[in-house]
């Protein structure tokens, strides 16, 4: 909690980031999504690292269509694949 009050005051979305790498790591995958979009709108990070953690949050909470959209923000770079395995990953759920 106090990271996510340091998160919130801080003048770019690194905390935020970070944080929310920690609570997906929890298994806290709302608050992990709730944090990547504030180091979204913060910025000072990599948009598609932020996006594709942010879709990987998304999907293992259940949320598919939030998910997908955010997946497909990470259209260039490295991650791109890895987004692309998290859409494919989406669409074999039940």
């Known amino acids: 909690p106090a990271a996510e009050k340091s998160a919130a005051g801080a003048a770019n979305g690194k905390v935020a980031a970070s944080t929310a790498d920690a609570y997906y790591g929890y298994g806290d995958y709302a608050k992990a999504a709730e944090l990547y979009r504030l180091a979204l709108q913060k ?7 932020i996006n594709l953690r942010l879709g990987m949050s998304l999907a293992r909470s259940g949320q598919k269509d939030a998910a997908r959209q955010a997946l497909a923000a990470v259209s260039t770079g490295p991650r791109a694949e890895i987004a692309k395995f998290w859409t494919l990953w989406l669409d074999g759920q039940a």
């Open 43 to 49: 910025g000072g990070v990599d948009a598609n690292t």
